[in-house]
């Protein structure tokens, strides 16, 4: 089936490309991402090449884990070999390495470091669909110098601080989690697994990961209900 856009990333970060792959799909984007769209039997290198070869935009999730993944550094050198273009989306603050800054050149991506991680998916898909629809109208492939490509200026985020380092060792219980992910569900949806996983990552204590949960709820009145509930 033909796609728009190959999503690259980590094992690591699954939770996250799949929520960035049903954003984009469910605003019209046609998305390819492993290993779901790779068919039963077929060699799974052949089918990531092929993947690659098709797409018109190269999506890269960048963290830590995506960073230093030697799976992840293939797909961005055959992405740069076939010139297509590369949106980086940033969800951790994290340097380029040397593999990656060789073939990504000056680092143009999209931050979504803050919360909520809603509006940052809802900017990227806007992203995207300004790309394609600039590429489709010139009717044209991007250029073979064509690298890395920032955001349109009128989407473009506010720079913000560094995000504090997490604590050493984790102080939420799987248990924690997934309850504050249900409760989350009820005000952004199936994005809350997402969040609830990077939340305690981050969280110095109970009250601290509540409270970086209740920032990605845009209302008020929501964010205090959804406090009352984590308390009960």
């Not at 073979?144 to 920032?150: C, G, L, S, V």
């Not at 504050?180 to 697994?193: F, N, R």
Request: charged share 20%; aromatic share 4%.
């Amino acid at each position: 089936m033909a796609h728009d856009v190959f999503v690259s990333y980590s094992n690591h970060d699954k939770l996250t490309a799949d929520a960035v792959c049903s954003t984009l799909e469910n605003h019209g984007i046609r998305c390819w991402i492993a290993p779901r769209d790779i068919l039963p039997g077929v060699d799974w290198t052949d089918a990531i090449i092929d993947a690659i070869s098709g797409c018109k935009v190269f999506l890269l999730i960048l963290s830590g884990a995506s960073n230093s993944s030697e799976q992840v550094k293939r797909e961005v050198q055959n992405a740069v070999g076939e010139a297509k273009p590369i949106l980086p989306l940033r969800i951790e603050e994290v340097d380029l390495s040397k593999h990656m800054k060789y073939f990504i050149g000056t680092p143009h991506w999209m931050d979504a470091l803050t919360p909520p991680m809603e509006m940052h998916l809802l900017r990227m898909s806007q992203t995207v669909r300004a790309l394609l629809g600039s590429m489709d109208e010139k009717g044209i492939d991007p250029p073979p110098t064509m690298r890395a490509i920032p955001a349109p200026e009128a989407i473009l985020e506010t720079p913000v601080a560094a995000a504090p380092a997490p604590p050493a060792a984790a102080v939420i219980s799987d248990a924690a989690e997934a309850r504050a992910a249900q409760i989350l569900a009820e005000y952004v949806g199936p994005l809350a697994k997402v969040l609830a996983k990077r939340a305690a990552k981050q969280a110095t204590s109970r009250d601290d990961f509540h409270k970086r949960l209740a920032e990605q709820i845009t209302s008020p009145s929501e964010q205090a209900a959804f406090l009352k509930k984590c308390g009960g």
